[in-house]
């Protein structure tokens, strides 16, 4: 049982280059979100997904959009990279509803030049 | 959508004090309440967590309170380790849980002095 898992670890673009974050999970689970996490601003939700074909916007989604095919799978995409994207990205899931923890990813650091 | 506000940002004690981590939320139909730590260059990893038919948790040396009337929940660390240095996160559920997801506070560095 890996939990969430995410790939690439670390990432550098240059401005203007689009690529895709991936995260999987095998726990089953309904809910997955993605956040952002910059020095003094904590974690922000960018978007997140309640089931697989349903997806929406968090508290910062500009410049991301992802997609939600399968359970397991919830890509994020960058479209046109920004030097403000420069962050540590993590994916996190959970059973659903309220009341339930969110399980992290490890995260991915992008860099963008 | 909910807001939470945590203080204080920084927060340094001596070995063997406590450490308190205070956070505020905005929506009343929140009802539970995580708290997560954070070692650099990790994921953040759940402690503990209350929900709102309580108003205290503890779990060995640490402890969450909540008060839904002042809509606050503190985290209170007790006989602090060196190893307890980390970066603690509050949050709340987002439109009352519905989603799935959580807000979560700016944080707290908390660094312990041996």
């Known amino acids: 049982n890996a939990g969430v898992t995410q790939t690439p670890k670390f990432q550098v673009l240059k401005t203007g280059q689009s690529m895709t974050l991936q995260c999987a999970q095998d726990?089953?689970?309904?809910?997955m979100s993605w956040y952002r996490q910059d020095p003094g601003m904590g974690l922000r939700l960018i978007h997140y997904?309640?089931?697989?074909?349903?997806?929406d916007q968090g508290e910062v989604p500009n410049g991301y959009n992802v997609s939600r095919s399968t359970t397991e799978d919830f890509p994020l995409r960058l479209l046109s990279a920004a030097p403000s994207q420069t962050s540590v990205y993590f994916c996190?899931?959970?059973?659903?509803?309220?009341?339930?923890?969110?399980?992290f990813g490890d995260g991915t650091r992008l860099s963008i030049l | 959508g909910e807001n939470v506000e945590q203080h204080p940002s920084t927060l340094s004690v001596q070995e063997g004090d406590s450490a308190v981590i205070k956070c505020t939320y905005s929506?009343?139909?929140?009802?539970?309440f995580p708290w997560y730590k954070q070692e650099l260059g990790k994921r953040p990893q759940l402690i503990i967590d209350?929900?709102?038919?309580?108003g205290e948790k503890k779990d060995q040396r640490i402890a969450v309170t909540l008060n839904k009337t002042a809509k606050h929940f503190s985290l209170h660390i007790t006989e602090t380790q060196p190893e307890d240095s980390a970066v603690y996160f509050c949050?709340?559920?987002?439109?009352?849980?519905?989603?799935?997801?959580?807000?979560f506070g700016k944080g707290t560095k908390l660094s312990v002095k041996p």
């Open positions: 949050a709340a559920p987002n439109y009352g849980g519905s989603q799935g997801n959580l807000i």
């Open positions: 996190a899931s959970s059973m659903g509803g309220s009341n339930q923890p969110q399980h």
């Open positions: 929506d009343s139909a929140s009802n539970y």
């Open positions: 997904s309640v089931g697989a074909g349903i997806t």
């Open positions: 209350i929900r709102s038919n309580v």
């Open positions: 726990m089953n689970h309904e809910y």
